[in-house]
């Protein structure tokens, strides 16, 4: 395998390990947006505009509201998830690539880890990994806030250096490169914004792209 013999190999969850195309991370959105309104009793432009702002400025949704409004998080954990998963197919070649890679294989994921659970089997990646670790497991702080990927490596006993990170969400790559991670970009290349020092490499598809890399050698 060459240059990408790693022990630990990381993955993010949602919109890495299926595509945005499926649409789940759209009604998370929506439903996101639709507690705020309830819970908060705005209309849904403040929504909208609370979602973004404390996404922005905290990773998630939830971070700000927990500090800002005191809501309950694992009621909008709850709530948030529950969307229609049928757009997502069974991956068996990424599944077999996956189970084929040697070293300790994690999920790390700003979700839960019921979500994460449903998701992995519908994509039929539920026996992939060896841990799953949402944003429950770091005491509610998310990806891309420094001590979410502490927690992370502390957890695991993960060496940074000899670990690649593989997300859909460019600015969680940040962290895992200071941190001393190879990382990977998943995504249309339209969306590496100007990140790229923080970027080691990019794939579009995450199947495709570790098919490539792994031939490489
Ligand atoms: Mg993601």
Not at 207 to 214: C, F, V
């Amino acid at each position: 395998m060459g240059r990408f013999s790693f022990n630990y190999w990381i993955f993010d969850l949602d919109n890495t390990l299926y595509p945005p195309s499926s649409l789940v991370m759209k009604q998370v959105g929506q439903r996101i947006r639709s507690f705020i309104q309830q819970y908060l009793d705005v209309d849904m432009i403040i929504a909208a505009r609370l979602q973004e702002e404390y996404k922005k400025k905290y990773g998630t949704s939830l971070r700000g509201l927990m500090l800002h409004h005191q809501i309950s998080a694992d009621e909008f954990l709850e709530y948030v998830h529950q969307v229609d998963l049928a757009a997502l197919e069974t991956n068996q070649e990424l599944a077999y690539i996956i189970r084929e890679i040697p070293g300790n294989k994690y999920i790390f994921t700003n979700s839960t880890i019921k979500h994460a659970n449903n998701v992995l089997a519908k994509l039929d990646l539920n026996d992939c990994f060896d841990g799953i670790f949402d944003v429950r497991c770091a005491g509610y702080i998310p990806k891309p806030q420094d001590e979410a990927y502490q927690e992370f490596i502390r957890h695991y006993g993960i060496k940074a250096e000899e670990a690649i990170f593989f997300e859909d969400t460019a600015i969680n790559l940040i962290p895992a490169a200071a941190f001393g991670m190879t990382t990977v970009l998943v995504a249309p290349e339209s969306s590496r914004q100007n990140l790229i020092p923080y970027i080691h490499y990019h794939m579009s598809d995450v199947t495709d792209g570790l098919k490539q890399i792994l031939n490489q050698g």
